[in-house]
């Protein structure tokens, strides 16, 4: 069965793809300037400070601990008390304005490339905006609510808001409003970058039986016959998986642990490992690619979202962690 799986864990191809996505955005320079401090302190649990070697807002409930970066809102930790964090941020994170390798990076308001033409940046302007803290507070039971929004992406025809609550969970949402009168299509991501013990020795539930995109096959559609698992050889995932269905496991025996995922408003799933070949030729990643998969909540590849104009369109994920025993 173990065989059958991980074969099956290279895909079968069942043809090509057509993903229509949206596209138009201009290259626009972001100034990412430090860290914008705003009156997020009064929120009680909430402080300023450093998780590895990254300024940080901290957030400190009964039931965990978070950090989350101003620089492209970027949630960068999350510990349930007693438990090792969620998250994987590279022990080889770059400072700003490079992009954060770790955590959960904002995909926003598209998803890689996609459909962009010229030279923007990879998965939008979010991730490399400064973000500012909005409002927040403690609600019943102990969970600590912060509100954030990115600054300076006034050009941009949608806006953009992260609400994180943190508790026994990490719920976040994003939710993206048009205040103009036409319709507006974006694709978009929270890029969680899970910590695992080793990414050839963990699997994820969930999709099964679901077609996917292959990135490293040219966008090829495929068959994901059993769960995923990182193929043998090469050993890598770049997959889009449209139409999934919102609930995944990621099960680590190495860490005795299994971290689930439960998507709203997201249709599809990426998860992606660049395997050891390709993470030979990234400064942030190197030698570290068995530390991590991303397991993705994602409007991404044909799943492109259209907001009317005066909407509001909302992608959520909850990510909540078990023991294996
Ligand atoms: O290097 P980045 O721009 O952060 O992107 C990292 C990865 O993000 C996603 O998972 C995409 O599917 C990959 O194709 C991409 O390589």
Partial sequence: MEDACRRAGVGRRTGG??????????????????????????????????????????????????????????????????????????????????????????????????????????????????????????????????????????????????????????????????PGTRPVRLTEALHNYFRVSDATAVHVDGLAGLTYLDKFDDMAAHEQDCDWRLPADPARSDRIYPGAGGRYLLVDPGLGRRIEIVTQGARSAVVWNPGEAVASGMADVGLHWRGFVCVEAANAGPDVVEVPGQTTHSMSQTITVSSLD
């Fill in 17 to 178: 793809t057509g993903t229509g996505i949206s596209g138009g955005y201009r290259r626009v320079t972001v100034v990412c300037q430090a860290h914008g401090v705003s009156d997020f302190d009064q929120i009680p649990g909430v402080s300023i400070g450093i998780h590895q070697g990254l300024e940080a807002i901290i957030v400190e409930t009964p039931q965990a601990r978070a950090a989350v970066s101003l620089f492209g809102g970027h949630v960068l930790s999350f510990v349930p008390t007693g438990a090792v964090d969620v998250f994987w941020v590279s022990p080889l994170v770059k400072a700003p304005p490079t992009p954060i390798r770790g955590g959960t990076p904002v995909c926003w308001p598209y998803f890689g490339k996609e459909g962009q033409t010229g030279d923007v940046p990879s998965h939008g302007y979010a991730r490399t905006a400064r973000w500012t803290v909005t409002g927040g507070g403690v609600l019943d039971g102990g969970d600590v609510e912060v509100h954030l929004a990115p600054v300076g992406l006034g050009h941009l025809d949608l806006r953009l808001r992260m609400t994180l609550r943190i508790g026994a969970s990490l719920e976040q949402t994003l939710s993206t409003t048009n």
